[in-house]
């Protein structure tokens, strides 16, 4: 296997408050360039579930939502799309991406990413792990997922 860079680079601006990272992008993801691109990825309708609004422009909506959307491994090997596959991890600059930004807490999606978040990852800013949205964490039905997740938009919204 080859070691693949990350093919696109971080939703962000200035105003971003909170920053949500999952581990590498799924094959799909690769393929059309964007976060949770694979529709069998919850990642988007708990989003809308939880802003209470239709996401027709998801880049639009993180900005209009000051969210920052990456992942935290740069470069990796990677079998199609499996966390459980992932090795020889290079770490994207996440304390640099927060610099110059309003993030004020970064959340993680699924256990990869938390975990590698917590071995590779040193900033001052708070880490809340997230459960993934995977259709792999097919336990959690769409409700609860978006029950967890409705911590994002406490901190997205908060001045």
Not at 42 to 54: H, K, L
Request: net charge neutral; charged share 25%.
């Amino acid at each position: 296997m080859e070691i693949l860079e990350h093919p696109f680079g971080p939703i962000v601006r200035n105003d971003s408050r909170v920053l949500i990272l999952g581990s590498f992008p799924s094959v799909v993801s690769r393929e059309k360039s964007f976060y949770y691109a694979n529709a069998s990825n919850r990642f988007w309708p708990v989003m809308s579930m939880i802003f209470e609004e239709d996401i027709t422009d998801r880049k639009e909506f993180c900005y209009r939502h000051h969210i920052a959307l990456w992942d935290v491994i740069r470069s990796c090997t990677i079998k199609g799309s499996y966390d459980s596959s992932i090795s020889n991890v290079t770490v994207n600059d996440i304390s640099g991406l927060a610099e110059n930004t309003q993030i004020r807490v970064i959340f993680t999606t699924g256990n990869t990413a938390s975990a590698l978040f917590d071995r590779y990852v040193r900033t001052d800013i708070p880490h809340i792990s997230l459960p993934s949205t995977s259709s792999a964490n097919a336990r959690m039905k769409l409700p609860d997922l978006a029950e967890k997740y409705r911590i994002v938009k406490e901190y997205a919204e908060k001045d």
